[in-house]
C-alpha cells in the first residue's frame, strides 16, 4: 500500500469521490492521511456533504421509474405501428416532396426547358436540334433535308444572323416559300447570294476562269451540278464566326 | 442454476437472445435494463419529462432495429449514450421547427406527486428539486454530462471517457467543478 500523500490537484479531484463514497480503500486511507494538510478541502468536504443530503433523498430513481413504467409495453407497441406501415408509404414519403419539387421547378424554369429561344437578334442562345437541323451557338449548321417545312424554315432563317446583318436569308426564304420552290433551289441560291454579295469571300475564292459563282455554276452540266448539291448536302455550311 | 435460463441479464445473452428470433424477451430484459439510464440521460438533454418519455422510446427502437451491428465487447451503456443523444438532437431540431407554429404545456417537476410527506415538507422538497434542476441547467455542458454520468449513474471513469471523448484527468477535474458549484448554487439559494 502505498503512503504517499497526494497532491493538493488529487485532493480536488478526488474530493466528490471521497464524499460520496466511492473511493477505493486504498485511495481513502491516502486521502484522508493528506487531509489535514488542506483546511479548505475539509471545508469543501463538509459544504458538499451538507447540500448532496438533500440531493440524496430527492427521489429521483422514484421519478424516473415513474416516467418509464411500461415502457417495454410502449416500445413493442410504437415498432408494431411502425412495421404495418406499407413499404410503398415510405416511397411515398419521399415521392411527395420531390414531385412536389420537380413541379415547382418545372413552373418556374419550364420556358427554358421547352421552348427554344426564338430571339432573331440572339443567335448564341439557340440551340435547336432536329434531324433535319441543327445550330449551334454563334455558327449555323445547315443540314440539308427536304422534310424541312415552310414554318420551321422561316423559323430558323429569322433567326440566322448573316454577316453585316444581311436579312437576305431570311427574305430569301419567304420569296422560296411563295413559289414553291424546292429546299434544293433555296440553298442553291442563298449560296450564290452568299458569294455574290460578300465581297471578301467572293475575293478568296477560285471560279475557274468565270465572272462569278453565278456563271461558274450556269455552265455547270446538269449532272456536275446535282453532285455538287450532293456533295454540299455532306458539308457544314457556315456563316459567320 | 436455472436463473441463467429464465432470466435474462447479461448483455450477450440478451443480444444473443433476441438474434436468435426470441425478441420480445430479449427485449423487454434490454429495455427493462437500461430504460433509467436511457431515460434519464434524455431526460437532462431534453430537459422536459414529457419529451423524454417519447424519445426514450424512439431510442429503444432505434436500438433494437440495429442489435445486430453492435459489437460484442464494447459497452452497450456508451452505445445508447451516443443514440439517445442523437435522438435528442433530432428531437431539438425538429422542436425548433415546430415551436413556430404552437406552444407546448410543459410538465412541471411541480407537477410530480409526491409520497407520504407532510404538505410542508413536499413543498421544500419541490423548491429544492427545482433549484437543482437550475443549478445543473447553470454547469457548463461538459461538466454536467460528467456529474450525472458519474453521480447519477455510476459510472467508471473509463467508460465517460468514451462516451464523452475526455480523459480521465479532465474528467476528475470536470466532476470536482460540477459537484463544487452545485454546492455553492445550492447553499446560496
Known amino acids: 500500500m502505498k503512503n504517499e500523500e497526494f497532491s493538493y490537484k488529487e485532493m480536488q479531484e478526488l474530493l466528490p469521490d471521497y464524499t460520496f463514497e466511492r473511493i477505493s480503500e486504498e485511495d481513502r486511507v491516502r486521502f484522508e492521511s493528506t487531509l489535514p494538510n488542506y483546511p479548505d478541502i475539509q471545508k469543501e468536504i463538509e459544504d458538499v456533504r451538507a447540500v448532496f443530503r438533500r440531493v440524496e433523498k430527492m427521489k429521483i430513481d422514484e421519478k424516473i421509474n415513474q416516467h418509464t413504467r411500461n415502457l417495454t409495453v410502449k416500445v413493442h407497441s410504437k415498432m408494431n405501428k411502425e412495421s404495418l406501415v406499407s413499404p410503398y408509404y415510405k416511397i411515398v414519403k419521399y415521392l411527395v416532396p420531390i414531385g412536389g419539387l420537380a413541379i415547382i421547378a418545372l413552373m418556374v424554369f419550364g420556358d427554358y426547358v421547352f421552348v427554344p429561344n426564338q430571339s432573331a437578334n440572339n443567335v448564341s442562345n439557340i440551340a435547336i436540334e432536329k434531324p433535319f437541323l441543327k445550330l449551334k451557338p454563334g455558327t449555323i449548321d445547315l443540314v440539308l433535308d427536304s422534310g424541312l417545312s415552310d414554318e420551321e424554315f422561316v423559323e430558323i432563317t429569322n433567326s440566322i444572323k448573316m454577316p453585316n446583318n444581311d436579312n437576305s436569308l431570311s427574305n430569301l426564304a419567304e420569296v422560296y416559300i411563295d413559289n414553291e420552290l424546292s429546299i434544293d433551289n433555296i440553298i442553291n441560291d442563298i449560296i450564290n447570294d452568299w458569294l455574290d454579295n460578300d465581297v471578301n469571300y467572293r475575293n478568296n475564292m477560285v471560279y475557274n476562269g468565270y465572272a462569278s459563282v453565278t456563271d461558274y455554276l450556269d455552265e455547270l452540266p446538269e449532272d456536275e451540278f446535282q453532285l455538287l448539291l450532293k456533295e454540299l448536302e455532306n458539308e457544314e455550311i457556315i456563316i459567320g464566326s | ?189
Not at chain 2, 45 to 67: G, P, S
Not at chain 2, 109 to 137: C, H, S, V, W
Request: one cysteine or more; aromatic letters at 12%.
Open chain 2, 1 to 189: 442454476m436455472y436463473g441463467a435460463t429464465l432470466i435474462l441479464e447479461n448483455d450477450p445473452d440478451i443480444i444473443e437472445e433476441y438474434l436468435s428470433g426470441n425478441r420480445e424477451r430479449a427485449a423487454n430484459a434490454f429495455i427493462r435494463k437500461y430504460q433509467s439510464f436511457v431515460y434519464s440521460t434524455v431526460l437532462r438533454f431534453l430537459n422536459d419529462y414529457d419529451d423524454a418519455d417519447d424519445v426514450t422510446q424512439e431510442v429503444f427502437i432505434k436500438a433494437l432495429k440495429n442489435i445486430d451491428n453492435f459489437r460484442l465487447g464494447s459497452s452497450v451503456k456508451t452505445w445508447l449514450y451516443k443514440i439517445s443523444k442523437n435522438q435528442c438532437i433530432n428531437f431539438l431540431r425538429k422542436r425548433k421547427l415546430l415551436s413556430i407554429f404552437s406552444s407546448s404545456g410543459k410538465e412541471s417537476i411541480l407537477d410530480y406527486k409526491g409520497n407520504e410527506l407532510t404538505p410542508q415538507e413536499e413543498l421544500e422538497r419541490l423548491e429544492f428539486e427545482q433549484r437543482f434542476e437550475e443549478a445543473m441547467q447553470h454547469l457548463p455542458k461538459k461538466q454536467r454530462e460528467t456529474f450525472a454520468l458519474r453521480y447519477f449513474e455510476d459510472l467508471p471513469y473509463s467508460e465517460i471517457s468514451k462516451m464523452l471523448g475526455t480523459s480521465e484527468g479532465g474528467l476528475k477535474a470536470n466532476y470536482f467543478q460540477a459537484v463544487k458549484k452545485l454546492a455553492k448554487y445550492l447553499k446560496e439559494e
